[in-house]
């Protein structure tokens, strides 16, 4: 059930066209620190787990010699070849459990939006026996909550907004997805504490600001896998919400 959500082409599609692309102040945070590690070595390899259709792997481009993105789902997978734009990333269909490339190969183990999907202690061993030394583990989510800024609207536009991220929230809760929503909503908190490294870092709290249209805020609710969860068990109901909130 999990994972399941995510594979099935009409939504991988969807997931690829509306969901926000990664903060460009995320992708600067975690290249300065893999620089800082690293010691300023040619960086050749980074894998990106969980890498859904591509939006955190291409990013990672122009950085490294070659860009390997994994993911357990195949329609994922099959987008992120389709809007492929870089010739040194490559995608491949494999879990974060089970990591297919060589021991001390990688100068980071990059996962985005994806960490709390997977079982968390086999993907930290795999990261350990894959990583080079002074390679770099990261792993980035958002908080699933977006505040509105407008104008003199702001608090009109978020209390009409804040039923319907409740609404879709409560579906991980009913779902078994309630660990991934628990690692969202603590900011990775646990994720961290599990992490059995010394030189480590949590860094909580980085304010991001997207400049989006009514339109896209709705099509980023509808990439959200919550909101594809519901409009699977009523769509009537989901079709519902969005639209009282869309005119709200
Ligand atoms: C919310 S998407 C994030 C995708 C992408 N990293 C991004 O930033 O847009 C979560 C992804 O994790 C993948 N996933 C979930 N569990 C996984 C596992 N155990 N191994 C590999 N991928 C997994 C899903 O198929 C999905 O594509």
Redesign the pocket.
């Known amino acids: 059930m ?2 399941q959500v ?2 099935k082409m009409p939504f ?1 599609l969807i ?1 690829h066209k509306h ?1 926000v692309p ?1 903060a460009t102040e995320i992708t600067s945070m975690v290249l300065s620190y893999v620089k800082e590690k690293t010691g300023g070595r040619p960086l050749e390899m980074a894998l ?10 291409l990013p990672l481009a122009p950085h490294f010699k070659k860009v390997l993105g ?4 195949d329609s ?1 997978i099959n987008v992120a070849k389709q809007y492929n734009t870089a010739n040194n990333v490559s995608y491949m269909v ?4 089970r990591l297919p490339v060589q021991d001390n190969s990688v100068d980071l183990v990059n ?4 960490a709390q ?3 968390i202690e086999n ?1 930290f061993n795999e990261s350990v026996r894959v990583l080079k030394t002074n390679g770099c583990l990261a792993a980035h989510g958002f908080f699933p909550f977006p505040e509105i800024e407008y104008k003199d609207l702001s608090h009109d536009l978020n209390t009409a907004m804040s039923e319907m991220w409740d609404t879709l929230c409560q579906q991980a809760y009913t779902t078994g997805l309630s660990e991934a929503a628990d690692h969202m909503l603590n900011q990775y908190r646990t994720i961290y504490e599990t992490i059995d490294l010394k030189d480590k870092k949590w860094i909580k709290d980085i304010p991001v600001k997207y400049q989006m249209s009514i339109s896209e805020i709705f099509g980023f609710a509808r990439s959200l ?1 919550t909101c594809q969860i519901l409009l699977e068990k009523n769509e009537k109901e989901a079709k519902q919400l969005l639209a009282q909130t869309d005119k709200r």
């Open positions: 999990k994972t995510f594979n991988s997931y969901m990664i990106d787990v969980g890498c859904g259709t591509g939006r955190s792997t994994i993911d357990i789902s994922q494999a879990p974060a459990e996962t985005g939006l994806a999907l997977f079982t993907f896998c």
